[in-house]
């Protein structure tokens, strides 16, 4: 554990702006809806056997992420608008911060894994049953959760050498990393290099593959003859595509590109989208426009009735 003093952490999140009462119903609401669908994606996976392919097994692992993710952010939010002064154990924030770095990481790979995915459905269709056959699919999912689980723990250890004296608050609705770091009155050189090689390895490198996928995917289905073939070839991509722009577009913008003159209040926005908002919005993107969910759901909802 760290050599802090510090035994709890205030948050500043935001009292500024005056909707105290407007931003906790919709955070809890978005927080219910949030739980209610994925979990109805992991159920519908789980039990329709036309949901059964490498593609909605990795949905379901998304959805799991996505849940562990809101689930770490959303409670201590509500608390936070709710009161002035709210506060969080410091071991709680470690707490916070660990799920909160392990579920980003393992989204960031999970996404890899569904881009490559869909490179192998729409780049070689005859060999993609063969190739991404059911050990290999586990095999994605396995590596991807203890490759997180390595690299949050290791990041979480160097923040916790660090000493921090304080002050104890903190502006920001949880515990993300840089504003942790900003409490440290020791040297963070070393934990800012690790952060810096932890998000080439996890958030730039993945990004890229899924760029390479996608130039791939986009040069195949141009060579496709009919109109219809395309938007087909299209359409079993655009969700996860959609997906991915809003994830890595604001956790780029946070993390990677320089934000020296970034406003808090634009930072604590940023952070709204990749750990409340697309958590939210991807059991929508993934089920409005997909004819094997939506048939799932009408199975389930007839057997139910009969």
Not at 218 to 242: A, D, N
Not at 246 to 254: H, P, Q, R, V
Request: hydrophobic share 50%; with cysteine; net charge positive.
């Amino acid at each position: 554990m760290s050599k802090s003093n510090i035994t709890a952490i205030y948050f500043l999140g935001f009292n500024n702006m005056g909707i105290g009462n407007l931003l906790f119903a919709l955070i809890l609401l978005i927080y219910c809806v949030t739980i209610c669908g994925n979990v109805l994606i992991i159920t519908l996976v789980s039990y329709s056997k036309i949901l059964h392919s490498p593609m909605y097994f990795f949905l379901f692992q998304l959805s799991l992420s996505d849940i562990l993710l809101i689930t770490d952010i959303a409670p201590n939010m509500l608390k936070i608008v709710l009161r002035e002064q709210a506060f969080i154990s410091f071991p709680g924030c470690i707490t916070q911060l660990y799920f909160f770095v392990l579920a980003e990481t393992f989204e960031c790979f999970i996404l890899t894994v569904m881009s490559y995915d869909r490179y192998l459905a729409i780049c070689y269709p005859l060999r993609y049953v063969s190739i991404m056959n059911q050990g290999l699919c586990v095999t994605f999912v396995c590596a991807s959760w203890l490759l997180s689980c390595s690299l949050t723990s290791y990041i979480i250890h160097g923040v916790c050498s660090l000493e921090l004296c304080g002050p104890n608050t903190i502006d920001h609705f949880f515990c993300d990393f840089y504003p942790l770091l900003a409490l440290s009155c020791s040297d963070t050189s070393i934990v800012q290099l690790e952060s810096t090689l932890l998000c080439t390895a996890v958030i730039v490198l993945p990004f890229l593959l899924i760029v390479l996928s996608y130039t791939y995917i986009v040069s195949t289905i141009l060579k496709i003859s009919s109109v219809s073939g395309r938007q087909k070839s299209f359409s079993t991509c655009s969700s996860h595509l959609m997906v991915v722009s809003i994830f890595y577009g604001t956790l780029i913008a946070m993390y990677v590109l320089p934000n020296k003159g970034q406003s808090q209040m634009i930072s604590k926005i940023l952070a709204l989208f990749y750990t409340v908002f697309t958590p939210f919005l991807n059991p929508f993107i993934y089920s409005l426009k997909n004819r094997d969910i939506k048939k799932a759901l009408m199975y389930i909802t007839h057997t139910n009735k009969a």
